[in-house]
């Protein structure tokens, strides 16, 4: 059996979904229903969703598991706390204030720390997280999806045939392009989701951005550099290392 944990599955096929059906129902109700899951019963998943029971019952088999309920359930509640103590495991001493001592930015550490915190604020104050970018950017992020969803919160990437990604205040959502130029596309054709409902960062390395007459989004994390798409992964990995540590001391530990 692959011996990922049941949400790194779901994730994997949830980030490269082609198609709106009744798997990536299952999949979406999953991560945005995570902590619920304790006491969530198949009946409410099938009456909430609209989904088909057998369609359901065939994902979970393909997810490695010979489906019945107490079997999934089980299985996801155990995976759950697995997950919990992996993360508790690589946090243990972790403080990303000392990270950020040694990382390329053009910022103060102190400002750096503060700044990390200010979006961890934003990330805790919104339901749900939507990431924008290019595929391999996206594939940095999954690490820090799959903690936030762990510890409670709802992240995804941006699928455009999903009916549900009509944006509102409730949401935030991270572009993540190094010139700025993917956030400035969605904008410009996007403008049916409502995107300017939502409270947007964008993570880039043009300083454009960072002007207030060019500023295109609430937030921008400006990152050193020009366009270097491998200099700009390897910073986004640090970053997005940053979060999770940042968010699971401040908000899941409570002592931010």
Request: with cysteine; aromatic share 12%; hydrophobic share 40%.
């Amino acid at each position: 059996m692959n011996m990922d944990v049941l949400l790194a599955r779901i994730l994997k096929y949830l980030n490269g979904a082609l198609f709106y059906d009744d798997y990536y129902i299952f999949c979406t109700y999953l991560v945005n229903h995570y902590l619920e899951m304790e006491t969530m019963t198949k009946d409410r998943i099938l009456r909430e969703t609209g989904i088909r029971e057998e369609n359901m019952d065939d994902f979970v088999s393909r997810l490695g598991l010979s489906f019945n309920w107490e079997d999934f359930h089980k299985t996801f509640m155990e995976h759950h706390y697995t997950r919990l103590d992996q993360i508790r495991g690589r946090m243990l001493g972790l403080k990303a204030s000392d990270m950020v001592k040694t990382m390329e930015k053009d910022m103060s550490d102190d400002e750096m720390v503060a700044t990390l915190s200010m979006l961890c604020e934003q990330i805790e104050k919104h339901k749900r997280i939507v990431l924008i970018g290019a595929l391999y950017p996206m594939s940095i992020a999954v690490e820090f999806q799959t903690d936030l969803i762990t510890f409670g919160k709802n992240v995804i990437q941006f699928h455009s045939y999903d009916p549900d990604m009509k944006f509102t205040g409730d949401d935030m959502i991270v572009f993540i392009s190094a010139t700025g130029r993917a956030m400035k596309g969605f904008l410009n054709f996007r403008g049916d989701l409502n995107p300017e409902r939502a409270t947007s960062l964008l993570i880039t390395q043009n300083p454009v951005y960072t002007r207030p007459e060019h500023k295109i989004s609430d937030y921008v994390l400006r990152l050193p550099g020009r366009y270097d798409g491998v200099n700009f992964n390897y910073q986004l990995m640090q970053i997005f290392d940053l979060l999770r540590i940042q968010y699971y001391q401040q908000y899941y530990l409570g002592n931010g």
